[in-house]
């Protein structure tokens, strides 16, 4: 019989516990991509069975115990897509037996049991922990920012009772600045009393469609003696509302007033 099989050493308990590790990190990367343990259980009774070979002093429990393994590790049915259910009852019951499990454990630590008891309560608390641990959330891709065209111009357009964005002129150009309370995704934008269509642009003339909190996008070329600007633009929290920034002001050397 192996040496190691006839006590349990230090090198062996620490095997063991980097084994348990490591399945204990794979059925968490598993509920992670949305799949939970099938025959990926096997390896709590294989742990066990690891433990209690020298124990018991029972070399079969050693052979048993690393054929479970390798079924949990290598097994083509050893993870399944979850069901939707599955992370609350996994999340629910696998607390409520791994705090049974701990207390029964505590209250064993009077009594005079069995190694094979003491092997057993801790490959069912192993168990346990695994099934809570299959409960993990799958990722969520951050979903993609749709951004507005051309399209939003002659759909149904709203006007903000509170302006989410600020203009102000600047020779040649104008400068938008964002300050609403979330990100803008800029359609477009159009002098006003003219049928154009431009892009905003950022500070090296590429096109600018997400405009953050307290971002700058500019409008340009800025035609001379313009009077207004109308801007399409939509907020990423509320993509299906089709929003306009209006503003016009009086044109120098004019006599008439055009309010805002």
Same mark, same amino acid.
């Given at each position: %019989? /192996?040496?190691?099989?006839?006590? *349990?050493?230090?090198?062996?308990?620490?095997?063991?516990?980097?084994?348990?590790?490591?399945? *204990?990190?794979?059925?968490?990367?598993?509920?992670? $991509?949305?799949?939970? +343990?099938?025959?990926?259980?096997?390896?709590?009774?294989? /742990?066990?069975?690891?433990?209690?070979? +020298?124990?018991?002093?029972?070399?079969?429990?050693?052979?048993?115990?690393?054929?479970?393994? /390798?079924? $949990?590790?290598?097994?083509?049915?050893?993870?399944? +897509?979850? =069901?939707?259910?599955?992370?609350?009852?996994?999340? &629910?019951?696998? &607390?409520?037996?791994?705090?049974?499990?701990?207390?029964?454990?505590?209250?064993?630590?009077?009594?005079?049991?069995?190694?094979?008891?003491?092997?057993?309560?801790?490959?069912?608390?192993?168990? $346990?922990?695994?099934? %809570? /641990?299959? #409960?993990?959330?799958?990722?969520?891709?951050?979903? !993609?920012?749709?951004?507005?065209?051309?399209?939003? &111009?002659?759909?149904?357009?709203? #006007? +903000?009772?509170?302006?989410? @964005?600020?203009?102000?002129?600047?020779?040649?150009?104008?400068?938008?600045?964002?300050?609403?309370? #979330?990100?803008?995704? @800029?359609?477009?934008?159009? !002098?006003?009393?003219?049928?154009?269509?431009?892009?905003?642009?950022?500070?090296?003339?590429?096109? *600018?469609? *997400?405009? =953050?909190?307290?971002?700058?996008?500019?409008? #340009?070329?800025?035609? $001379?003696?313009?009077?207004?600007?109308?801007?399409?633009?939509?907020?990423?929290?509320?993509?299906?509302?089709?929003?306009?920034?209006?503003?016009?002001?009086?044109?120098?050397?004019?006599?008439?007033?055009?309010?805002?």
């Amino acid at each position: %019989m /192996l040496d190691t099989l006839t006590t *349990l050493s230090l090198p062996y308990l620490l095997a063991l516990f980097a084994l348990t590790v490591q399945w *204990l990190l794979s059925v968490w990367r598993q509920a992670q $991509a949305g799949r939970r +343990p099938r025959l990926a259980y096997l390896a709590a009774p294989g /742990l066990a069975a690891l433990l209690a070979a +020298p124990l018991v002093q029972a070399d079969p429990l050693f052979g048993l115990g690393a054929a479970l393994l /390798l079924i $949990a590790a290598y097994a083509g049915g050893a993870y399944t +897509p979850a =069901p939707a259910s599955h992370h609350r009852r996994a999340l &629910r019951w696998g &607390r409520v037996l791994v705090l049974g499990l701990a207390f029964l454990g505590g209250v064993g630590q009077g009594l005079s049991l069995p190694a094979w008891v003491r092997a057993l309560w801790a490959g069912l608390l192993l168990l $346990a922990l695994g099934y %809570m /641990l299959s #409960s993990g959330r799958q990722r969520q891709a951050p979903a !993609p920012i749709g951004v507005p065209g051309l399209a939003l &111009r002659f759909g149904p357009l709203n #006007s +903000p009772a509170w302006p989410d @964005l600020e203009l102000r002129v600047e020779g040649d150009h104008a400068r938008l600045q964002n300050v609403g309370s #979330s990100r803008l995704l @800029l359609a477009g934008w159009s !002098p006003s009393g003219e049928n154009g269509w431009l892009r905003p642009q950022d500070a090296q003339g590429q096109v *600018l469609s *997400l405009l =953050p909190k307290g971002g700058t996008a500019l409008l #340009s070329p800025w035609p $001379a003696g313009q009077s207004g600007v109308r801007v399409w633009y939509v907020r990423q929290g509320e993509p299906e509302v089709a929003l306009v920034f209006r503003a016009d002001w009086t044109p120098l050397n004019s006599a008439q007033r055009v309010l805002n």
